[in-house]
């Protein structure tokens, strides 16, 4: 009885344990963001398409004759 007793009370200790050391992990805090962006993207002509598709992939040419 004693045994089992201290067995349960051992398992909550752990688990007390746990839960204080974990509550203070992760932060929720805002991101910064960092700083303002003052030049807008470009388009690299060498990866992009003519007509811009996104996920093309070139698989030759096909011809129905």
């Known amino acids: 009885m004693t045994r089992s007793l201290l ?13 204080l050391a974990l509550q203070n992990c992760a932060t929720p805090t805002s991101p910064t963001g960092g700083a303002r962006d003052t030049i807008g993207p ?3 002509a060498e990866e ?13 040419q096909l011809i129905n004759g």
């Open 7 to 19: 067995a349960l009370g051992g398992f909550f200790l752990v688990l007390l344990t746990q839960a």
């Open 42 to 44: 470009v388009l690299i």
């Open 48 to 60: 992009t398409t003519p007509n811009f598709q996104t996920n093309f992939k070139p698989q030759g």
